[in-house]
């Protein structure tokens, strides 16, 4: 007997191998990967991370929350599911759900414009002071360019928040509002601000009482004040310097209480899981109370504005979008055919992640007290194709290569820029010429000084930015800071009709410089000599 050209027992052996295969394919994977341990090892070695930690959630449920590696390479201490780490832009999405509690209580809007609650609130031109709304903070599209504004915050400054919001008026606008994303810190210290004024507390208190006690993170903490890496479960960041090539040493923790809106929150894989559930679940408290409603959750996960998309390395070419754009606190992309809600923190010394499935239920969390991007990105994509059921990919070998092509690249482009320069050239005048306070309209002032060695410049606000100038030809020079995470600049001089001094500008001179150090935005001038009186 026959069926179609097949023999039945042919068919019953097909049908049964069919079962099986199906029965295979039905039955639930294992919490988390065998191999786990030995993907974090790889990227820990090849990415040279002292610290990390590592958290899932799937369906509604903790699976994996765990530490690898130590806090600190000169007090060793074991890193657990409670180190303390800083998270840093991670805490962007915190003040957005702040903000998303307060437009369902009908205290604001997300398009209320932010002079509404904050009337001192200026940029660099009237339109936009006046126009600019809260969603536009939350979205990275104000006009101001990327990172505007860190300087005035990081490395740490003499500054108060106050200062910070009120010199946004002398920043260079790059684009009207709306119109294009530029990724912008400043935006969120301003949102904090509005938080503040629209609840009536400070954005600390509020989402210390509104969002971590709800969700009993009750070890999570806001800024680095008063945690002490000596006696606490605390990790420490470290650095290798910022061409990061140097060697690894500890630091001390940034100061962020100016900034912490933006980036401030110190949290754990133990409380971060409360807040990945909360997220994933809409809102929804486990009391089942609702902390935000699901409209504005919804909202968050909007796309309010396109995110440019690179073209990756070929070995990671999978992990290129169809579409990527900026939410409420959050970036959206998609993978393999799920839409992906994700951020991602960084510090001086430190790195994270934050990534959610919506669909699938999925959340995962990495921390790092290092400086690169490649170990949690490796271990991050690693566990993201596990819960996703996709082949094995070695997201290690692929990132630390894509690691090595931006380096070689910008190594290559500041080489050049060295070949170009001018050979046996002078500054056109004596040093001692160049000795003065100049004074930037946005940042304040900075100071030359004559040394035995030459000219030295400080950063009069930022007590880690001082260095030596070298000459580099003609009336440019470069600083090489005495702070080794500090990039080093171009700092280019200027002269008045008369001959005298006029100021200076500065620009990275390597693409390896973080784009928080926005030198090209400064402008300092030197002062105007009086004439002399007859």
Avoid at 412 to 436: C, D, M
Wanted: proline share 7%.
């Amino acid at each position: 007997m026959a069926f179609q050209g097949i023999h039945y027992a042919e068919c019953v052996r097909a049908f049964i191998l069919l079962l099986i295969f199906l029965l295979h394919a039905a039955s639930p994977l294992p919490a988390q990967p065998a191999d786990l341990d030995t993907w974090v090892a790889r990227a820990q070695n090849q990415f040279d991370v002292p610290g990390i930690a590592v958290a899932v959630v799937k369906d509604g449920k903790v699976v994996l929350a765990k530490g690898y590696g130590t806090r600190n390479l000169a007090r060793p201490g074991a890193v657990d599911p409670h180190t303390l780490f800083g998270i840093a832009s991670n805490t962007k999405a915190f003040t957005a759900a702040a903000l998303a509690i307060l437009v369902d209580e009908g205290k604001l809007d997300w398009d209320d414009p932010v002079q509404k609650f904050l009337p001192q609130f200026q940029l660099a031109d009237a339109y936009p002071s006046r126009e600019v709304t809260i969603r536009d903070l939350l979205s990275h599209r104000t006009g101001m360019g990327l990172g505007a504004g860190d300087l005035l915050y990081w490395p740490d400054t003499t500054f108060s928040r106050a200062q910070a919001v009120s010199a946004a008026r002398h920043l260079p606008l790059v684009s009207s509002p709306r119109s294009r994303y530029a990724y912008n810190n400043l935006g969120y210290v301003v949102a904090g601000e509005v938080v503040a004024a629209a609840s009536g507390m400070p954005w600390e208190q509020f989402v210390r009482e509104r969002i971590f006690k709800p969700l009993g993170m009750n070890e999570t903490r806001i800024t680095s004040d008063g945690l002490d890496p000596a006696t606490g479960n605390v990790a420490v960041p470290h650095s290798k310097g910022w061409r990061l090539v140097g060697t690894l040493r500890p630091l001390a923790p940034t100061r962020d209480a100016v900034w912490a809106a933006a980036a401030g929150i110190k949290s754990n894989v133990s409380d971060l899981t409360k807040w990945v559930t909360l997220q994933l679940e809409g809102g929804k408290l486990p009391n089942g109370a609702a902390l935000f409603s699901r409209k504005q959750a919804a909202e968050m996960w909007s796309a309010q504005i396109p995110v440019p998309i690179r073209e990756p390395i070929p070995a990671l070419k999978s992990t290129r979008p169809n579409f990527s754009a900026y939410g409420l606190g959050w970036f959206l992309r998609d993978y393999h055919g799920r839409k992906i809600v994700t951020h991602t923190g960084g510090l001086t010394g430190m790195v994270s992640l934050t990534l959610l499935v919506p669909e699938e239920k999925l959340g995962i969390i990495v921390l790092t007290n290092q400086e690169e991007t490649g170990a949690f990105q490796s271990i991050g994509d690693h566990l993201l194709d596990y819960y996703l059921g996709l082949p094995v990919t070695d997201w290690t070998s692929a990132y630390a290569e894509n690691t090595a092509k931006t380096r070689r690249e910008a190594n290559e482009k500041e080489a050049k820029a060295f070949g170009a320069r001018i050979p046996n050239t002078q500054p056109s005048l004596p040093l001692s010429s160049y000795v003065k306070q100049y004074t930037d309209p946005w940042y304040g002032k900075a100071s030359i000084e004559l040394r035995d060695s030459g000219l030295y410049l400080r950063f009069l606000g930022t007590p880690s930015m001082h260095g030596q100038l070298e000459h580099f030809h003609l009336d440019t020079f470069i600083v090489r800071w005495q702070d080794p995470t500090i990039p080093d600049a171009y700092v280019n001089f200027a002269h008045r009709i008369d001959g005298s001094v006029a100021g200076f500008r500065m620009a990275a001179i390597s693409d390896l410089a973080d784009f928080s150090f926005d030198y090209h935005d400064l402008r300092f001038a030197a002062p105007k000599l009086e004439p002399e009186k007859e």
